[in-house]
Each structure stands twice: as C-alpha cells, then as structure tokens.
C-alpha cells in the first residue's frame, strides 16, 4: 500500500520537547524490528530518488520515511546489491536538502565531539549500544552478514551522521540517540524551503 503524504500516518517529533539533551528511555518498538513506516517503491518513487542521488539506487526494498512535502526521505536497502556485494547500510538517506544540511553539520567536527561523549557518557554509550544492536537486529531479519558491524561507525564512534539521521527517520525517535541529536541540531534548516 503506497499511501499519500496526506494520508501517511503522522510521526513523533524527534527529541525530548522540553529542550534538553539528558539521558533517553530506549524505545521499544511495538511492530517488528524495521517495519515501522516501510511503504512499496513506486515506480515514481524510483525516479525521484535516482534523481535524488544523481544515479539509479542500488538495493532499494522500501521507502522508510518521506520529508513532509511527500517525496522519498530515506530508502532501506537490501542487505545485499543484486550482484551479491555486501551493502550493510541498511537505511539511506536519499533528500537532497537534508543531506546537505548533515554534511555541513558534519564539516564543523561534530562528530568528534560526539564520539568523546560517548566515552564520557554511560547513558549516551548505553542507547548508541542499543541503537547499534536495534540496526543490526533489523537488517538481520531481512538477511545476516554474518558480521557485527552495523552503520554509521556504530557502537564505538560517531562517523557518518547521514547514517544516523536516516535511522531515526525510518525507526522514529529514541532509537538511534545520535541521530536524534542530529536532527535537534537541525530544527532551525528542517524541514523547510522545498522540504516543507
């Protein structure tokens, strides 16, 4: 069923609402691990995401999430490209406006930042932990690696922010911490302009 935005059920803001950056309750998802949001690719949606990404996608199974003005945000793909290659990120983040506004984010050296944090905060290290086992746990049940590493430099360092601003997206708030605080650094540039 490839529902309309207008039809699309409405998702939770991201982040705790009283502003602060303290310790989140892992969220335990009342659905199957990855199922949450997962809509059909159209024929339409492929077309917007190869122009998205400038090329064909490679290994796309499901549209994860859609910006708020309706086009794809965040693809899952399959845990292997028809090939047979290894593809281990399981969920891309395909908007144009929102990837660029994360690799500028990502150009101050926040990601440093962050990963000193994680060595310095049980609670922050104990949910990225979570987060990691959740994105493992997820692209398992489609097909296994047969490896332990998941996406995004996850558990022990924060290296690809687009990586955890898709998770989120795709698997909601309290999932995926870093990904979370990613998009609360973002509020003021989205969603807005040709994503609102």
Same mark, same amino acid.
């Given at each position: 069923m490839n529902e309309s935005p207008e039809s699309a059920e409405p998702r939770e803001p991201h982040g705790p !609402?009283?502003?602060?950056?303290?310790p989140r309750e892992p969220r335990v998802? #009342?659905?199957?691990?990855?199922?949450? %949001?997962?809509?059909?690719?159209s024929e339409h949606d492929r077309a917007? $995401? +190869?122009? !998205? &990404? %400038? @090329?064909?996608? @490679?290994?796309?199974? #499901?549209? #994860?999430? @859609?910006?708020?003005?309706?086009h794809p945000g965040v693809v899952q793909t399959n845990p292997r490209l028809e090939d047979g290659t290894p593809f281990p990120t399981l969920y891309? &983040? +395909?908007?144009?406006?929102?990837?660029?506004?994360v690799s500028? &984010?990502?150009?101050?050296? $926040?990601?440093?930042e962050m990963t000193e944090r994680l060595a310095t905060d049980p609670d922050l290290g104990r949910a990225y932990l979570d987060a990691h086992r959740s994105y493992l746990a997820q692209r398992?049940?489609?097909?296994? &690696?047969? +490896?332990?590493?998941?996406?995004? %430099?996850m558990p022990g360092?924060?290296?690809?922010?687009?990586? *955890?601003? #898709? *998770?989120?997206?795709?698997?909601?708030? %309290?999932?995926?911490?870093i990904g979370d605080e990613t998009l609360e650094l973002l509020a003021d540039s989205w969603p807005q302009g040709d994503c609102a």
């Open positions: !609402q009283d502003g602060s950056r303290g998802p #009342a659905e199957p691990p990855g199922s949450r %949001g997962l809509e059909p690719v917007v $995401v +190869t122009e !998205q &990404l %400038g @090329r064909p996608p @490679r290994g796309i199974r #499901a549209i #994860a999430y @859609r910006c708020p003005s309706g891309y &983040l +395909t908007c144009p406006r929102l990837c660029s506004l500028r &984010l990502e150009s101050t050296g $926040v990601m440093r398992n049940a489609i097909e296994s &690696l047969g +490896t332990e590493v998941s996406a995004g %430099g360092r924060v290296k690809c922010l687009h990586v *955890h601003v #898709a *998770h989120s997206l795709a698997c909601g708030p %309290g999932i995926n911490p």
